[in-house]
């Protein structure tokens, strides 16, 4: 099936830092990389959308310059949190999607926890 | 306003009581209705597709349905190993919407 690798799968560091979160499809092109948000018991908030080649779609009350998503290539979309500050602290998700109606493949999510 | 309503928001059950799992969806231009299982601490897992009313899809004691206003997943003779969050999701025009789960603990 599908894999998606996300990396890292935990990160604590001191507020002002920047942390970059890799998501890469192994075994498909992802034509579309997808980045959430999810707080203890609830869903998934998706965060922003991007394509190969294109700059990300960020949804209503993101901050485009304080979540930074590059998606270089077909396999690989990082996230970059910048100057974190504790309430960036949470469960960061990626998933990847091949073209058409295909369904959205996970990584297995990255703990980010800011002092 | 397209919305995406799981219920019931926990659910525990006894091993072996089988049980359905709701997800009823109010989307204009449905593209699919996904189905996944979320462990905690992990990233969800893809189960099912259905794209059309009348639709039903089977893995092992999990069996997903569709109609025009909301799916099922049924799941039989449960195991302590099928606790989990199960989430559905509603593709419309290339984006997800996703319910907020059903967290569903089945009991030795």
């Known amino acids: 099936g599908a894999v998606v690798s996300q990396h890292p799968s935990r990160v604590i560091c001191k507020s002002g830092t920047s942390v970059k979160i890799e998501c890469r499809s192994l075994?498909?092109?992802?034509?579309?990389m997808f980045w959430y948000r999810q707080f203890p018991k609830q869903s998934l908030m998706l965060m922003a959308t991007?394509?190969?080649?294109?700059?990300?779609?960020?949804e209503q009350g993101v901050e485009k310059d304080k979540f930074l998503i590059n998606h270089a290539s077909l396999t690989l979309s990082t996230l970059t949190v910048t100057s974190a500050h504790p309430e960036d602290s949470s469960f960061y998700i990626c998933?990847?999607?091949?073209?058409?109606?295909?369904?959205?493949?996970f990584g297995d999510g990255t703990r980010l926890s800011i002092l | 306003e397209d919305q995406v309503t799981q219920s019931p928001e926990a659910l525990r059950l006894q091993e072996g009581e089988s049980s359905s799992l709701n997800c009823s969806y109010t989307?204009?231009?449905?593209?699919?209705l996904f189905w996944y299982r979320q462990d905690p601490g992990k990233g969800p897992e893809f189960l099912f597709t259905l794209y059309s009313a009348g639709e039903e899809k089977e893995k092992e004691r999990l069996k997903a349905t569709l109609t025009k206003k909301e799916s099922f997943l049924h799941i039989t003779a449960p195991k302590p190993e099928d606790s989990a969050t199960y989430l559905c999701?509603?593709?419309?025009?290339?984006?997800?919407?996703f319910g907020a789960g059903t967290r569903l603990t089945v009991k030795p």
């Open positions: 075994d498909f092109q992802a034509t579309t």
């Open positions: 998933s990847a999607s091949g073209r058409g109606n295909q369904p959205q493949h």
């Open positions: 999701a509603v593709n419309r025009n290339n984006d997800m919407r």
């Open positions: 989307v204009s231009g449905l593209r699919g």
């Open positions: 991007s394509n190969e080649g294109s700059k990300a779609t960020y």
